[in-house]
Nanobody, 115 residues
Framework: QVQLVESGGGLVQPGESLRLSCAASGSILGIYAMSWYRQTPGKQRELVARITSGGDTNYADSVKGRFTISRDNAKNTMYLQMNSLKPDDTAVYYC?????????WGQGTQVTVSS
């Protein structure tokens, strides 16, 4: 089992920044990739950013150039630095990890961008 706990969400105004964290614990060896997803009411969960065990990253077009995904292996923690936030970024952000054939999810953290 892998346990994932997100933190760092909150309420910010457009143009401001937030940094989300995802702390992984449990059977963390062998995690292939970790990702951030987001979901708004009535919509499907959307892949925002992904980082592999080798350090390769990819981003949704809507966030590319504004968001940066990274990880600190010593702390078993993944981060999402979100800059120039827009109201359309408002969502519950979920941490995801892939280990062997299984996927694991955190509980989500709310990000609200509003003036």
């Amino acid at each position: 089992q892998v346990q994932l706990v997100e933190s760092g969400g909150g309420l910010v105004q457009p143009g401001e920044s937030l940094r989300l964290s995802c702390a992984a614990s449990g059977s963390i060896l062998g995690i292939y990739a970790m990702s951030w997803y987001r979901q708004t009411p009535g919509k499907q969960r959307e892949l925002v950013a992904r980082i592999t065990s080798g350090g390769d990253t990819n981003y949704a077009d809507s966030v590319k150039g504004r968001f940066t995904i990274s990880r600190d292996n010593a702390k078993n923690t993944m981060y999402l630095q979100m800059n120039s936030l827009k109201p359309d970024d408002t969502a519950v952000y979920y941490c995801n990890a892939i280990r062997t054939v299984a996927q694991y999810w955190g509980q989500g953290t709310q990000v609200t961008v509003s003036s």
